[in-house]
């Protein structure tokens, strides 16, 4: 399935004004593939809070695509 590109970055953009670590921890995932290993060690915020902005943030952004 093909993501459109302009509206993932321009859904990302109003999450980072709503909530910027959760919009670096996308980035960092789906953008440069790192694992949550990875993000946390990056951002250097706990593997937990990695998996909870993640998964904070894939359906308020997939909500966001698809409006």
Do not use: C, H
């Amino acid at each position: 399935k093909s993501v459109d590109l302009i509206a993932l970055d321009e859904a990302l953009n109003r999450l980072a004004k709503m909530d910027a670590r959760q919009a670096k921890v996308v980035e960092l995932r789906y953008f440069s593939g790192l694992s949550n290993d990875e993000v946390a060690e990056v951002l250097g915020i706990s593997n937990a809070t990695v998996r909870l902005d993640w998964n904070l943030a894939k359906p308020w952004l997939k909500l966001q695509i698809t409006k």
